[in-house]
């Protein structure tokens, strides 16, 4: 790019940044050194490849989404929490909102994440163990009680039951008499990286397809401003695969969901600002950041040139981060805290729009009180004292990072025209890359590959050639034994205590009906999403409404593999 094409792109984005709101804030050194709001080429110098890193806010979004980076709004604050009951887990929603937290993100127990009920034997022994338990609407009323659902943005880590656990949330919403379309959040929905990764399931993935559609539609017209879809990277990389692979496989996945949105007919500029990101942002440092750069720079190139967005809000790659819970180890668990801060700083200097940061002791069960305080207070350390909030994209034009974030591009490239050669020449009922993954899910190509690099990555670590301290190197040590927190027993008990006493003072007419109805709607073309509320509005279970739909649908077994 020449210097006058440099210039006039400067231009652009100074006239954004001055017209954009900033923070009150002091924008300089600890030594009070005034900085810029942005760093480029020096004046009247050409920079070749230049048009692929670019300025903040402006096209291909190398350099993050707004012209003001961190000066017009810090990340968000959100920490993962979920533990024991509804009623134990609001009490940390508010210990995180009093201390400083932007946003609430639900972890739900296993059996909610397999769509079962606190009282079904498949949940004997796991009952709010890694997350909260919800059976129904009544769960989601304690869970947010005295927490203004319209006032913070509320993000909810599941996929196989996210539409009937959705509904719960809005029916909570409804008893707080609040207007549906306030609603500002995410739901992650994102039943591909079940399948690829994470193995918490329902159906076969067309069923999934289905209410995922359902969802996308009533998002779009009732909640605008909710995010119906998260897709997950997380736990394709907690999985063992490579940052490239990570990005390839997620990316990949949501323009699979873009072609399900397309194949109903929707607007792609209308549902696409309705999709959200969620990254790992893992121990190695400059890696993390191309990561995240190139992630954005791929997503607007394909929303714009493959599937024709126009409107900028279609074409941004919004995206959540979480430190790696898989870099966490039992032994010295004390050096966690340097890991989630240096994984931490790669998210944001990687733009990440929301972050959560992994307590020191979660390798070992839910963090207490102290340890997740420590979390919350590693985020606001960064955002409130190291001065990274002062200047979007630092490092942008770093010969290194700039080199990292081109490699993982073209080999994100290569992956995801393999991608598409696995779903054949067509045709396809929703869309070439959908019939790929599906394809890859059903080989086993997803997963086969994934193994491969985790077993790369363990050879080196017994090797010696990757490190780990306090592992495989540097284990001497003075530590104590943590003390961590553990769930109790009488927690079950009390779930499924509370639970009969529901289910006796309900309408079971007025359930069955209403659960009826919504298997009645899944046999025709009908939206599923308003006869499942109505089902939850009369109480039905969690596992009540997947039964019957698992009665209708099946269940899914991933195919035996040698």
């Known amino acids: 790019m020449n210097a006058d094409e440099i210039a006039a792109g400067r231009a652009r984005w100074q006239a954004r940044y001055?017209?954009?709101?900033?923070r009150d804030a002091d924008f300089t050194t600890?030594?009070?050194?005034?900085?810029?709001?942005?760093?480029?080429?020096?004046?009247g110098t050409a920079y070749p490849g230049f048009e692929r890193i670019g300025w903040p806010g402006v096209f291909p979004y190398t350099r993050g989404l707004h012209p003001t980076g961190y000066r017009g709004r810090a990340w968000t604050i959100r920490q993962f929490a979920g533990f024991g009951n509804a009623q134990q887990t609001n009490e940390r929603y508010k210990m995180i909102l009093?201390?400083?937290?932007?946003?609430?993100?639900?972890?739900?127990?296993?059996p909610t994440l397999m769509g079962r009920d606190s009282d079904d034997p498949q949940a004997l022994g796991e009952v709010g163990h890694c997350g909260v338990a919800v059976d129904s609407a009544a769960d989601m009323e304690v869970l947010f009680d005295g927490i203004d659902l319209a006032g913070?943005?509320?993000s909810m880590t599941i996929s196989g039951p996210a539409v009937p656990v959705f509904c719960m949330y809005l029916v909570a919403a409804e008893r707080q008499g609040i207007d549906l379309s306030r609603l500002d959040g995410t739901l992650q929905t994102d039943i591909f990286k079940e399948y690829i990764a994470q193995k918490e399931w329902l159906f076969d993935p067309?069923?999934?397809?289905?209410?995922?559609?359902?969802?996308?539609e009533y998002c779009a017209a009732e909640i605008p401003r909710y995010k119906p879809l998260s897709v997950s990277g997380y736990h394709i990389r907690e999985a063992g695969s490579t940052a490239a692979q990570e990005l390839a496989y997620t990316l990949a996945d949501g323009f699979g969901y873009v072609e399900l949105g397309l194949s109903r007919g929707l607007d792609v500029n209308v549902f696409a600002p309705g999709l959200s990101f969620f990254f790992d942002a893992h121990l190695d440092f400059f890696e993390e950041i191309a990561k995240f750069r190139a992630a954005r720079r791929i997503w607007a190139r394909w929303l714009r040139d493959v599937y024709g967005a126009t409107s900028e809000k279609a074409l941004w790659l919004r995206f959540h981060t979480q430190t790696a819970g898989v870099s966490l180890t039992a032994q010295q668990p004390v050096n966690n805290v340097v890991r989630t801060a240096v994984e931490a700083l790669a998210a944001v200097l990687g733009g990440t729009n929301s972050l959560h940061t992994n307590a020191l002791d979660e390798t070992l069960a839910l963090p207490t009180d102290e340890s997740a305080e420590i979390a919350l207070r590693t985020q606001q350390v960064l955002m409130e004292e190291i001065g990274v909030t002062n200047v979007a994209d630092p490092l942008g034009g770093s010969w290194y990072v700039e080199a990292l974030t081109d490699a993982i591009e073209a080999e994100a490239e290569e992956i995801f025209a393999r991608i598409r050669q696995l779903g054949g020449d067509g045709p396809h009922r929703i869309g070439p890359m959908t019939s790929g993954i599906l394809r890859g899910i059903e080989d086993g190509w997803f997963t086969g590959h994934i193994a491969e690099s985790a077993f790369t990555y363990q050879q080196a670590l017994d090797q010696g050639d990757k490190k780990i301290v306090g592992v495989n190197c540097h284990t001497g040590t003075t530590a104590k034994e943590l003390e961590i927190l553990r769930i109790s027993h009488e927690v079950e008990l009390e779930q499924r205590r509370v639970l009969a006493e529901r289910k006796a003072a309900r309408d079971d007419a007025a359930v069955t009906a209403a659960v009826t109805r919504m298997v009645e709607v899944s046999r025709t073309g009908g939206n599923m999403i308003p006869p499942m509320?109505?089902?939850?509005?009369?109480?039905a279970t969690l596992g009540e409404i997947c039964d019957a739909l698992r009665a209708e649908w099946g269940t899914y077994r991933e195919p035996a593999r040698f």
């Not at 900085?35 to 004046?43: C, L, M, S």
């Not at 509320?533 to 109480?539: G, H, I, P, Y």
């Open 98 to 110: 009093g201390a400083g937290g932007g946003g609430l993100s639900v972890a739900f127990d296993m």
């Open 206 to 216: 067309e069923p999934h397809l289905r209410l995922i559609g359902d969802l996308m």
């Open 18 to 22: 001055d017209a954009a709101r900033k």
């Open 30 to 43: 600890l030594s009070g050194t005034t900085v810029q709001p942005v760093y480029g080429p020096p004046e």
């Open 533 to 539: 509320l109505d089902a939850v509005r009369a109480e």
């Open 152 to 154: 913070v943005t509320t």
